[in-house]
């Protein structure tokens, strides 16, 4: 990673490595994605301010070496069943779950704290600076178009990585399995519908 003189990332010189391919990225509604990862950030800032007595173990930090950074508590130990008898495994969705639930479970809040950490870790580089400029700093450094611009980009290559960020990231969280099955059984109902329609000649 190549920074300026200020020690700031050289946009320009950031990889753009292995986006999804554009046909995987159609099955997915890129704008339901960015959503609900907009949620998820602001879950992680609402754990970090409400639990007070724990907030060493719920504050992370983005670094200019896009670094997804956090405390890691030795006492966690991910369990199968929450206080809630919620199941918590790696596979969870945490679209379930609202900022009440968060609030009732300290283990909730620091398993989507580890597990947004894996899933940013899991991404190219550019794809990690796009969830950081738009997600994590505050003021945000750059808009679509200026960041297009410094990367010397056509803007069609740079959507492709920026809705791939943010698909990848939903992915691995499980916060794009409802849209599937919901598409699944719409598509398999028009399946069923049309296989019974009955055409009534003249």
């Known amino acids: 990673m190549i920074k300026n003189s200020n020690g700031k990332i050289d946009v320009s010189l950031l990889e753009i490595q292995r986006p ?3 046909n995987i990225i159609e099955e997915y509604n890129h704008k339901n994605a960015i959503k609900e990862i907009h949620n998820i950030f602001n879950k992680l800032m609402d754990n970090y301010f409400y639990q007070v007595a724990y907030q060493e173990f719920l504050k992370y930090t983005i670094n200019e070496d896009l670094e997804f950074v956090i405390v890691e508590d030795p006492s966690l130990h991910i369990r199968t069943v929450n206080s809630n008898n919620v199941i918590l495994k790696n596979d969870i ?6 900022k009440y639930d968060y609030r009732k479970s300290i283990d ?4 989507l704290l580890k597990r947004v950490k894996d899933a940013f870790d899991n991404l ?4 990690r600076f796009i969830i950081k400029n738009f997600e994590y700093d505050n003021p945000r450094e750059y808009v679509d178009e200026s960041l297009y611009y410094e990367m010397h980009i056509h803007k069609d290559k740079y959507y492709v990585s920026k809705k791939s960020a943010y698909i990848k990231m939903a992915i691995q969280l499980g916060l794009m399995v409802d849209t599937q099955i919901d598409s699944l059984i719409i598509n398999e109902l028009k ?5 019974n ?5 003249k």
């Open 124 to 127: 190219d580089e550019f794809e």
């Open 20 to 22: 999804l391919p554009v």
């Open 108 to 111: 909730l809040c620091e398993m």
């Open 93 to 98: 969705s945490f679209k379930r779950f609202n």
């Open 197 to 201: 329609i009955v055409t009534i000649g």
């Open 191 to 195: 399946r069923q519908i049309g296989k």
